[in-house]
Each structure stands twice: as C-alpha cells, then as structure tokens.
C-alpha cells in the first residue's frame, strides 16, 4: 500500500505531462493548420458562389482550445483507468491462485494458523500487498489469537469493506475529470457566444463571418465536450462494476477457502 500509492501518484502526473505534450503537438502541427486551411478555402469559395454551404470538418470541430483541453483530460482520464485495470488484473490472479494449499476434507485448527500463515508470508513483498492475502493473514491472526470462527470472518469481511471503500474514494478524480470535461465545454460556449456578440455591430452591416465564427466555438465545443463525457461516464461505470464485482468474489472466495474450513476442537 505504501509503494502504490506513490507509484500511482507518479504515473497519474506522468500521464498528464504526456497527454499534454502529444495533443498540444498535434495541435501545433497539423490539426489547427489544417482547420485554417480548410475555412480558408471554405471562404473563399462562399465568395464566388452565395449558396455555397460548407461541410463540417472534423479538424475545424476540434480546433479550439475548449476541445484541446477536454482531449487533454479525456486521455489522462483513460491512462488512470488503464492503471486501475491494470491493478484490478493482478488483484484477480491473486484470487484465482491457491493461495493456501489444504486438501479435500482438512480442517484449519487454531494451532496450525501459524503454519498456514507462513505459507502467505512467503509471498514477494508486492503479492502480500494484495487484498486476498491480507485478507487471509488476518483472518489466520483472528482465529489463532481468539479461537473464534466469527472474529475471523469478521475481520476478514472488514478488510473487504475497507478495499471496497478505498477503491471508490480513488475513483474521486475520475468523477472530477468527467465533470471537468463537460465544464470546459460550456466554458468554450461563453467565449464563443461572447466572441459573437463583440462582432454584432458588423453583421448590422452585413459582415456575419465574425457572429458564425463565435457561435461555431460555442457549439462545437460543447458537442466535443458532451460526446467525451458520455464515453468517460460509460467507461467510469463499467470499471466501478469491476471493482465492485471483485470485491464480492474476494469474500465468497475467503467465505469458501478458509472461513468454512476453520474449526474449534
């Protein structure tokens, strides 16, 4: 737990510093030089023909600032899921590994706790880490310590309680990022709106390319930043489902592994 977090911390930074080098990069090089070239181009033929009616780019959708942040935080947003999947990953080959070796029929006395313990013990340091061994280290210490079957499995279930609730509290910035996303969106609406009622007095005198430009800022970047938010949210859930999901199959597993195979004399 005390190298993870820090771990997790370093990478979450890390992520960001390269999400924001890459999408700005691209910016830089291709995305608004190309959306220029393409209103540029889209100008010009609406001078030569008035009912030219232009075709939306993708480049020109995505060419503001509003959009480039929110691609920003929705890449940093898949790079944390994608560590906590990752995480989720090892947590469950703990879980479907034979942890503790007890054969058909036998049964875990308070004496031989400790015997099974080391068992666990002997696990790297970053596999003892894991719930499912912690799990089963304090359970063995429970039983040992009170000969009681009930104190095992209750501190057994606490554990699990704990990691289900950390796991939910680490997800905080995930639900910050997705509000965030949609946020900077409206942000990008106001400027946009703005932008075009600074430019009202010339579409008095017949000039509405400076109203159409702001408005396109308005509306562009809340469709990107709406679109990314559903994906996010959608994301969100099916990882908050998996965690979840493991945790539950983490106490059937203690309640069929060891809880039902201890026993008093």
Not at 12 to 40: D, E, G, K, M, N
Not at 93 to 121: N, S, W, Y
């Amino acid at each position: 737990m005390k190298t993870r977090l820090p771990n997790e911390f370093l990478f979450s930074i890390l992520s960001l510093a390269i999400a924001v080098v890459i999408v700005h990069s691209l910016y830089v090089l291709h995305i608004r030089p190309a959306a220029s070239a393409i209103l540029a181009e889209q100008q010009q033929l609406m001078a030569r023909d008035a009912d030219f009616v232009g075709e939306r780019s993708f480049y020109v959708l995505i060419k503001d600032y509003e959009q480039e942040a929110t691609i920003i935080l929705m890449l940093w947003a898949l790079s944390i899921m994608g560590y906590k999947t990752l995480a989720q990953t090892r947590e469950r080959e703990a879980l479907d590994a034979e942890l503790l070796k007890l054969g058909d029929g036998i049964k875990i006395l308070p004496e031989d706790t400790r015997e099974f313990a080391r068992q666990i013990e002997s696990l790297a340091p970053e596999q003892r880490g894991l719930i499912v061994p912690r799990a089963l280290l304090a359970a063995l210490a429970r039983f040992g310590a009170t000969r009681n079957v009930q104190d095992a499995s209750t501190v057994a279930h606490g554990i699990c309680q704990s990691e289900a609730d950390r796991l939910d509290s680490e997800l905080s910035m995930l639900r910050y990022i997705a509000w965030a996303i949609p946020a900077i969106g409206f942000i990008g609406t106001v400027r946009g709106i703005g932008d075009a009622l600074s430019q009202a007095h010339k579409a008095v005198g017949g000039d509405i390319s400076g109203v159409t430009e702001g408005l396109g800022v308005a509306f562009n970047s809340t469709l990107i930043a709406l679109l990314l938010s559903i994906l996010l949210m959608f994301l969100l859930q099916q990882l908050q489902l998996v965690q979840e999901r493991f945790v539950l199959d983490t106490e059937t597993y203690l309640d069929q592994k060891i809880i039902r195979n201890l026993q008093v004399r």
